[in-house]
């Protein structure tokens, strides 16, 4: 589904990637761990083209999609969510949902200018659309809610409505768990096996070891720009390497 | 939806039953005004208000449509029904093109940018003296008719450019809630959030800012047909300046904020003429006051007034 082949990213003199290569396949709820500086962040933002690397490819359903822009993944399938949730502020939270279904319909300026009849029942299928995805992620009861006051929790819920109604393939979330309290996390980790149960593919970069060890099929370790090691959670737990680059070694 | 329309209709009716209470008179042609700046007060709105992006040189582009149509009838001779869109979509399409390195800044470089291309304009209709007359300005532009209906009095034009005042109003409200009024609000609280959405914020701020100069253009043109005279005076930065003051103390990202602002701003300056020589001071006054208690602009404002208002009222009966 998505993979990435000898990625090498070097920022001045520092090497952030050193020749990073996995691949994730469908239906897999996958997450991204390291240390600080271990490179998860950088590694995020190549894949959704945010920067381009030094060296390497991202694959998405085997075609070359290295430094296309966002707006070009997202029609590929591929959207993301951001550690700092990123809303728009200024609207409701249904408006924001209905955002999401822009890759889903195509009435230009003109045509809503007008209000032709087409973009008309274009509207009420957005409408039905983001109903349908405030729904799945709870947030129904907040529809008419300023995006901009809403607590942490539920901005993050809405920013992952409004991933969803873009109907991608796969989503890639930055830190989905920071801010959120362990009930918030515990409702997170329960609301991403339900989305891999609808067959999206999901990507985490993650701090909170609990959640990754709980949800995910499979695991990346990255540590100083390097893959340090790959496999099922259960593997990762038993991989002296990686307690290694955690803990800090016995010498 | 249907609230939306009633609340047009309302205010459709009400604008075209105002020349019967003020037949003729100087006034009607301070109105005439009023619709050509609520008109240009959409389009800059659309641009700033909703995509977030700011133009400092929308004067240039109401200066465009205004001497292209003055010179496409008062010198060649051209039907102006004809000159009219054809300004329109040639400053559409000018924008579009400048719209696509302007538009990749941002803020005080925006700001700047545009203001550049305002002064540019500004200083072609100057010095082209031979197509434009220069600082003299052109003069012997018709008057639009239809048949032989010429409108040529006051009363005439208020109704000619209230029509298509209140049709930009109509298309400016279907656009601020449509799929593409979502995608240029998002864009201004985020545009990475937008682009990851799958908007493609550079063409539609582009586009936004193509048709915000196309409106504005149409104005221009409607300017010159009721004037029948043009002067590069009329389209300079500090009118540019204005028609970004409306926008804000009317309501940024509200139609009818731009209808009140463009209003206000219209008919302030008429009524502040008793007091002569102090009616600048009054005026800049007023607008701070009014930045200072209305943030948000009249749109927003005025019902939180009435609502304290109303308040201090049931208290007091208490």
């Not at chain 2, 005076?233 to 309501?251: C, K, P």
Request: hydrophobic residues 50%.
């Amino acid at each position: 589904m998505l993979e990435v082949c000898g990625i090498t990213q070097i920022f001045g003199g520092v090497t952030a990637l050193e020749d990073v290569s996995f691949a994730i396949s469908k239906g897999d709820i996958t997450g991204v761990i390291g240390p600080n500086g271990a490179g998860k962040t950088t590694l995020f933002n190549i894949v959704t083209g945010i920067y381009s690397q030094t060296a390497g490819r991202v694959l998405l359903n085997n075609s070359d999609v290295s430094g296309l822009p966002s707006e070009k993944l997202t029609r590929l399938g591929l959207v993301r969510t951001f550690q700092n949730i990123e809303l728009f502020g200024g609207m409701t939270v249904l408006e924001n949902v209905m955002v999401g279904l822009h890759t889903r319909s195509s009435s230009g300026l003109l045509a809503c200018s007008l209000r032709m009849p087409w973009s008309r029942s274009e509207e009420s299928r957005i409408r039905e659309g983001a109903l349908k995805w405030m729904e799945f992620t709870g947030i129904t009861d907040l529809a008419d809610v300023t995006a901009g006051n809403l607590p942490f929790g539920k901005g993050r819920l809405l920013e992952i409505a409004r991933a969803l109604a873009v109907e991608p393939e796969i989503i890639l979330m930055d830190e989905p768990a920071a801010g959120l309290n362990s009930q918030e996390t515990m409702e997170l980790a329960r609301l991403i096996q339900r989305i891999r149960d609808l067959g999206i593919t999901v990507v985490l970069v993650e701090h909170d070891m609990e959640l990754v060890m709980d949800i995910c099929d499979r695991i990346v370790v990255l540590t100083l720009g390097r893959k340090l090691a790959e496999g099922t959670p259960r593997e990762i737990q038993d991989n002296h390497e990686v307690i290694a680059a955690y803990l800090g070694d016995d010498e | 939806m249907n609230r939306d329309l009633l609340k047009f209709l309302a205010f459709a009716v009400l604008i075209l039953l105002v020349p019967l209470a003020f037949s003729g008179g100087y006034l009607m042609n301070v109105l005439v005004f009023v619709g050509i700046h609520t008109m240009l007060a959409i389009a800059l709105n659309l641009l700033l208000g909703y995509a977030g992006q700011i133009s400092l040189g929308h004067a240039g582009f109401f200066g465009l449509g205004a001497y292209l149509s003055g010179v496409l009838t008062a010198t060649y001779g051209w039907n102006p029904w004809l000159a009219m869109p054809l300004a329109a979509v040639s400053v559409g399409a000018l924008a579009f093109m400048i719209g696509f390195p302007i538009l990749k800044l941002k803020g005080h470089y925006l700001a700047m940018a545009t203001l550049g291309l305002g002064i540019i304009i500004y200083i072609v209709f100057n010095e082209t003296i031979d197509l434009t007359g220069g600082p003299s300005g052109l003069s012997g532009i018709p008057n639009l008719s239809i048949g032989s209906l010429v409108f040529d009095s006051d009363v005439k034009n208020y109704y000619l450019i209230w029509t298509i005042t209140l049709v930009t109003v109509l298309l400016g409200l279907n656009l601020a809630n449509s799929r593409v009024g979502r995608a240029l609000r998002a864009v201004h609280d985020s545009e990475v959030a937008a682009r990851v959405m799958g908007v493609n914020a550079r063409l539609l701020k582009v586009q936004i800012f193509a048709l915000s100069a196309l409106i504005s253009s149409v104005a221009g043109s409607l300017y010159a047909h009721t004037m029948t005279f043009v002067s590069p005076a009329s389209f300079g930065f500090n009118f540019s300046v204005e028609l970004l003051t409306m926008v804000v103390i009317g309501g940024l990202g509200s139609i009818y904020g731009s209808f009140l602002g463009a209003t206000l701003l219209t008919l302030l300056p008429e009524f502040l003429r008793a007091a002569h020589d102090y009616d600048i001071i009054i005026y800049g006054g007023l607008l701070m006051l009014m930045v200072m208690f209305m943030p948000g602009g009249l749109v927003r404002g005025i019902p939180d007034l009435c609502r304290k208002l109303l308040k201090k009222g049931g208290a007091g009966n208490a």
